[in-house]
């Protein structure tokens, strides 16, 4: 496993990290979550991605018991906050009160006494931003974060947010968008603002919810098992990305994964992480082989050819537009 910066900042995370959307507390029984969570541990992974959100909390508390007993200054541990987390008008969004209240949560929930980045989950128009960033450095202030980011923020959103935090002398280091080789709308915007700023992308969905591992074919029904035939949520979320074109597209992927002697995972996962502005790539995953394998993607680097092949292969089918950041990408986060 190979380690990048977060942005210009001094930290240092995993290539890969892990993240438990739709997995723990949800797809997975404990058990085998916690055997997940212990596979990336031994393939060098240290950055642990969760939110409040994710399952309505229980992904917090599975991860916190997967991980424990382990050195907590050896590990990356994430989390973020906005989306409902109960029936209550203030348990949801960005308001003082709600961060406040939710960070004590996650902290309790995760079995530790600080995460090392709190992130906003998405943009909050109804909380003046000034609050919100007040609210991040009081707690970053009592150690209960070390750095702060953002999920999903427009690049105007990103430098107002950012502004205040240097005003305020808080951390603020990294943005968590949706992007793979077929959804690449942080190019061209948020991604040079970032670095600008200095701010790293911990990217989400790298493999287009695992439309880019090839298991789809076009014509043929999704296999058992796989998050397009998940009524938990899953198959809510792959959207226009199991469209016919799309996965004939990705089809045609497979010789030059071989070629580079990669599966094609790994060929996806080594394209993300070949733009330097990402400093990791989120993976997740039902099967601590399926982990141990997409790992190997890190320290990679691909044939420029290779990339320039895939990147005019998928040209037709793969989505730039800088205006469909956030809530209009069709795999949406919960």
Known sequence: MEYRHLGASGVLVSEIAYGNWLTHGSQLDDEQAIACVHAALDA???????????????????????????????????TKVYFPTGPGANERGLSRKHLMTAVEGSLRRLATDHVDLYQAHRFDPHTPLEETMQAFADIVRSGKAHYIGVSEWTAGQIRRGHALARELGVPFVSNQPQYSMLWRVIEAEV?????ELGMGQIVWSPLAQGVLTG??????????????????????NIGEFLRTDVLERVAELAP???????????????????EPAVSAAVIGGTDPAQIRENARASGVRLDPGLVARAEEILAPVAESDPSLTAAQAPARRP
């Not at 298991?215 to 809510?236: C, F, M, Q, V």
């Not at 030059?256 to 070949?274: G, H, I, K, M, Y």
Request: glycine content about 12%.
């Open 256 to 274: 030059l994964a071989a070629e580079a002697d990669l599966t094609l995972p790994q060929f996806a996962l080594a394209w993300v992480l070949r």
């Open 215 to 236: 298991k789809y074919r076009a014509g043929r029904e999704a296999p058992a098992g796989t998050r397009a035939t998940d009524t938990k949520g899953g198959a809510g």
């Open 191 to 195: 991604i040079p603002a970032c670095v």
């Open 44 to 78: 060098g992974i240290t950055t642990f991605d969760t939110a409040d959100a994710y399952a309505a909390t229980r992904a917090e508390r599975v991860l916190g018991r997967a991980l424990r007993g382990r050195r907590r200054e050896g590990l990356e541990i994430s």
